[in-house]
């Protein structure tokens, strides 16, 4: 194991430079950012990246929120996946029943808020578990319509990419995906369009959100009795890692309640314990009707994904199935990380008082960090240009990423001009501490 980062050659080192360049050749174009984050990882252990050059970095992403407790697996998951290889692996959960999916889905319905009767579908990713919460919300309501909010990530296929409204590109090209989606603005208490401070008056905010869904869109646009599902992100992450005001859910519950519309929550990123509670919407103190996990359900160990929604909105034999939903060796997987995860949540809650003490202040210490926002261990950093004008800074913040990563920390960015510090939840305080301590001086040093 490491105790620090180590740094033999500035990346993107000589081997680094060799795979990059092949990657681009054969790879379909994605999401890398060549310039900002050349990291080439060839092995991870614990809360560390090794690189192809031999660089070892401490890791603040958890390889985007899914390597919650740390790499390359658990030991305990490991053990008990290793064990099942020689059972049973693939199983057509959709088709043939078995014993490993229905244990995971009883642990499941027991874990996830809601004083109801719950059922799960099993799928492979994040996108495909909301597809699925697209296709129960419009088949048990048999209404059209969904209400999705501005800055949110729901996924990129063509469901679920309607939902979504983050970057352009993601939907540059593509029309049309899935229609019928009205979005609306987000409680952002830092960048709202009403240029509200919400931290200063979060009533203000939300019933401004609120007034603008039944007003704007409920008045002018759709009618209310059409729509099935409002989506949300508890805290959004791909969008900059928001935390909305702390009753925005309550109230929303209470105008989706007046109109029999259900309410979707999307715990793709910050479910599984990232923000100190298994699901983010504990903190919120709501009952969705509908939950989707995915990314951090196995800690990274199998894909999986997973819907759990009220027994009452179940779809008849043959509505929606897939292949690979209910694999014994993710169900195994997932019962083992909810365990792990379950004991890991006070040590959650203990170090998010560390993370607010060490980047808080750096908003007064720095003039281009604008806002500084987190829940557990999922702290979102915006970089403005100025503070007055909060005029995105993506140069500094994509500055900031590489200053880190050349110190032998690995960052991601996310939203306009923010950072996510999200590392492995297994995270020790003394590591929290090397890699708050280089964040600061990457911020220091793009400044
Ligand atoms: C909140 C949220 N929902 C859905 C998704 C899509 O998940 P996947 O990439 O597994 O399809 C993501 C991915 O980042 C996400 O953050």
């Known amino acids: 194991m490491y105790e620090k980062p180590l740094i033999k050659v500035e990346p993107p080192g000589p081997e680094a430079r060799k795979f ?24 991870a252990v614990g809360v560390w990246f090794v690189d192809v050059d031999g660089n070892v970095y401490l890791d603040f992403t958890s390889a985007i929120a899914v390597n ?5 697996t658990h030991p305990e998951i490991a053990r008990a996946v290793t064990e099942q290889l020689s059972i049973l692996a693939h199983a057509a959960g959709t088709d043939f029943y078995n014993p490993y999916q229905v244990s995971l889905a009883e642990l499941l319905v027991s874990i996830a808020p809601g004083e109801f009767g719950k059922k799960v579908f099993f799928s492979n990713s994040g996108t495909e578990a909301n597809e699925a919460a697209i296709k129960i919300a419009r088949y048990s309501t048999n209404r059209k319509y969904f209400i999705s ?12 990419l309607g939902l979504t409204a983050s970057k352009p590109v993601h939907k540059k090209r593509y029309y049309m995906w899935m229609p019928g989606v009205y979005h609306v603005p987000y409680p952002n208490p830092y960048r709202n369009p009403w240029g509200i401070d919400g931290y200063e008056h979060p009533d203000e905010l939300v019933n401004r959100v609120l007034d603008y869904i039944e007003y704007w869109v409920f008045e002018h646009q759709i009618p209310a009795e059409e729509v099935a599902a409002i989506f949300f992100e508890p805290v959004q992450g791909e969008g900059g890692y928001v935390v909305p005001p702390k009753n925005f859910f309550q109230q929303l519950k209470k105008l989706a309640d007046k109109y029999g519309i259900l309410l979707a929550d999307d715990e793709v990123q910050m479910g ?9 919407i504990e903190h919120f103190e709501v009952s969705p009707d509908i939950i989707t996990l995915a990314k951090a359900l196995t800690a990274g160990t199998i894909p999986l994904g997973a819907t759990i929604f009220r027994k009452d909105l179940d779809l008849e034999p043959g509505a929606h199935s897939n292949t690979f939903g209910g694999h014994a060796l993710a169900a195994i997987a997932a019962a083992k990380a909810i365990e792990v995860t379950r004991k890991l949540l006070p040590h959650v809650s203990e170090l998010e008082k560390l ?26 950093v915006e970089f403005v240009k100025d503070r007055k004008t909060k005029e995105h800074d993506a140069k500094t913040r994509n500055r900031v990423v590489y200053e880190a990563l050349r110190r032998g920390l690995v960052l991601l960015g996310c939203g306009k001009s ?22 600061e001086e990457a911020v220091k040093a793009a400044h």
């Open 418 to 439: 923010s950072i996510r510090l999200i590392p492995p939840i297994v995270i020790t305080e003394e590591q929290a501490k090397i890699g708050l301590d280089i964040f």
């Open 149 to 160: 909010f501005i800055g949110s990530f729901h996924g990129r296929t063509m469901g679920s």
């Open 68 to 72: 919650n407790l740390g790499y390359p």
């Open 272 to 280: 599984m314990g990232r923000t100190g509670k298994m699901f983010a």
């Open 20 to 43: 990059m360049k092949k990657h681009h050749e054969l790879i379909m174009t994605s999401t890398h950012d060549p310039e900002y984050l050349p990291l080439v990882i060839e092995r």
């Open 355 to 380: 993370f607010f003490e060490r980047l808080a202040p750096l908003k007064e210490k720095y003039p281009k960090v604008g806002d500084v926002r987190g829940l557990g261990l999922a702290w979102g």
